[in-house]
């Protein structure tokens, strides 16, 4: 694939020495210059949410996204891409009622994108209470299980919306102005108290240390309503920072004091800078490392984010991009852009498996069909 040879091209250390797509060069040098240091790289990875909860329990499909073999997929051999990191979604749905409420869906949502969350509940905060349920979600755990065995070394827990249940609508794809937190304020402590818990599970039953974890996914977006097709949450950047206090409380109170906490991971780039200079210096102080996304694509500041994060002495990801462009030359593009102004210490892509291009490998998470590899 077009866009394997790019990506591999860039791990052997050629990223300044990428031309722009489509510039011919009979001849072309560079120099690399020894003295700049962008930080030491992590590597590459993708989030697993929608397409581990389709496709969790297919060991091909882990070969070709976590081992660098050459694998069988669809009547063509597939070059295993090597990715070792990966995103694990905590997630906000659940179908019990509560002392006669339950979960309020979108009447656009997607079954694909609702991921069961593990606390069912309010009534109790103990994880070997009735209120949690661990069964759930086997298919996206066993793929990050699957990605583990076959060499992934970096994990992180990351949220696309709190728990129904804490939600101001109970409805986890948002509220009914996206401009306003649908989070609960006597629930902020509650989120971070779920994803401290989840991290504590993972430690003690699943194998899985969690080397991040990230509470937020573009919380300051106004896109995030009651009529969503995914799971979604707006938080103001001052209620980013109050969770973000008691998320380090949650996790130090559980033993896991040397687990770091990354934020906020914002969709654009001026997004980030706007809000990591509007948190707290306690909250900006307990953030390990800056997310971001990639959507303002060839818009935006990267050079801002970095001077910014850089400045602050914290980690860099771009932690999520996609689009639907399947030539894979809009990702070469701007995967060139972040490496030249951005500067990441790890890039990660959204959905590996998805339609309409967004793939590396075309397929419907909603119906469990798969097609080919993208180019």
């Not at 910014?308 to 399947?326: I, Q, R």
Request: aromatic share 12%; net charge negative; proline share 3%.
């Amino acid at each position: 694939m077009r866009r394997r040879t790019l990506i591999s091209a860039a791990g052997a250390g050629s990223l300044g020495a990428l031309a722009a797509p489509g510039a011919a060069q009979a001849d072309y040098s560079t120099t690399v210059n020894p003295s700049v240091n962008w930080g030491t790289w992590e590597g590459w990875g993708t989030s697993l949410a929608w397409w581990g909860k389709a496709f969790g329990n297919r060991n091909d499909l882990a070969d070709i996204m976590f081992t660098r073999g050459s694998v069988a997929f669809g009547g063509a051999t597939l070059p295993g891409l090597g990715m070792n990191i990966v995103r694990y979604n905590a997630g906000a749905c659940s179908w019990n009622a509560i002392g006669g409420e339950s979960m309020v869906v979108s009447p656009n949502m997607m079954r694909s994108r609702q991921i069961e969350g593990y606390w069912t509940d309010w009534n109790s905060s103990d994880p070997a209470s009735a209120s949690w349920n661990w069964n759930v979600d086997s298919a996206q755990r066993n793929l990050m299980w699957k990605a583990r065995d076959r060499g992934a070394n970096i994990f992180e827990l990351f949220s696309n919306s709190p728990m129904w249940w804490m939600c101001a609508n109970h409805n986890p794809s948002g509220g009914a102005d996206g401009n306003a937190d649908n989070l609960q304020s006597w629930n902020r402590q509650q989120h971070a108290v779920y994803m401290a818990t989840v991290a504590k599970y993972a430690h003690d039953n699943w194998g899985v240390d969690f080397d991040y974890v990230d509470p937020f996914n573009e919380p300051i977006a106004n896109w995030w309503t009651a009529t969503g097709t995914q799971e979604g949450c707006h938080f103001s950047v001052a209620t980013q920072s109050i969770v973000i206090d008691h998320l380090r409380t949650e996790l130090n109170n559980r033993g896991l004091s040397w687990m770091p906490i990354t934020a906020s991971d914002e969709s654009l780039y001026d997004q980030a800078v706007s809000t990591w200079n509007g948190l707290t210096s306690s909250a900006k102080g307990k953030i390990a490392k800056v997310n971001v996304h990639g959507y303002q694509y060839e818009n935006g500041r990267r050079d801002s984010v970095y001077s910014a994060v850089s400045a602050a002495g914290k980690k860099l990801w771009n932690s999520e991009y996609g689009e639907n462009d399947a030539t894979g030359m809009r990702l070469a593009r701007n995967l060139n852009l972040d490496f030249r102004w951005l500067h990441p210490t790890a890039w990660c892509y959204w959905q590996v498996l998805d339609g309409g291009g967004w793939g590396l490998i075309e397929a419907n998470n909603e119906t469990g069909s798969l097609g080919s590899a993208n180019a």
